[in-house]
């Protein structure tokens, strides 16, 4: 290219850059109060579970209605991913098998995702007792807690999963 041609260029980019600074004025800042549904993210730690409880008893009836379609009954099998199952397939010389019981590091993460993004037909629909219970019903096909086990914001993020030890922290401080 010409240098005649690339001062064209850079003439034309300082001609629009007023217009590109303009366009980040468009809207208002956001208010605490409309950022609130959206700011539903619950880490490892729990500390943002919300109020409610769930057995997994009381999560069958619920996975029957809003999860079987997809993940099949049990979590064994459907359209969707398999979320039960697979204990163990990490390890060398086996096909890994990434379910909720064999993969996933925390409970919590169960919860987040369930809640924000399930069922696939209406995503946020379920109640906070029916996502603890969800959760709970599936953990407990995975061996982690029993069918009577109450899951709420105390005793979730106690759930000790069997691949929590299997990941490696990675530093986000760059200081």
Known sequence: MSTHKRLGLIAV?????PSLTQAQQFGQPISPADVAPWDISIG?????????????????????????????EKGTGGPADVLAGGRGSLTTGKTPSKTVGSYWP???????????????TAP???TDDEVYAVSAYILNLNGIVGIDD?????????????????????PRDPG
Request: glycine share 8%; net charge positive; hydrophobic share 45%.
């Open 150 to 170: 109450v899951l709420d914001a105390q005793s979730l993020p106690r759930v000790s999963m069997p691949n929590r030890n299997g990941f490696v922290r990675f």
């Open 13 to 17: 980019w300082f001609a629009l850059l």
């Open 44 to 72: 490892p730690d729990g500390a943002t579970l919300p109020p409610g409880h769930g057995t997994a008893a009381q999560g069958e009836a619920v996975y029957a209605a809003k999860c079987a379609a997809c993940h099949g």
């Open 124 to 126: 946020k629909s379920m």
């Open 106 to 120: 925390y409970a919590t993460t169960l919860f987040d995702y369930v809640r924000r993004a399930m069922p696939f």
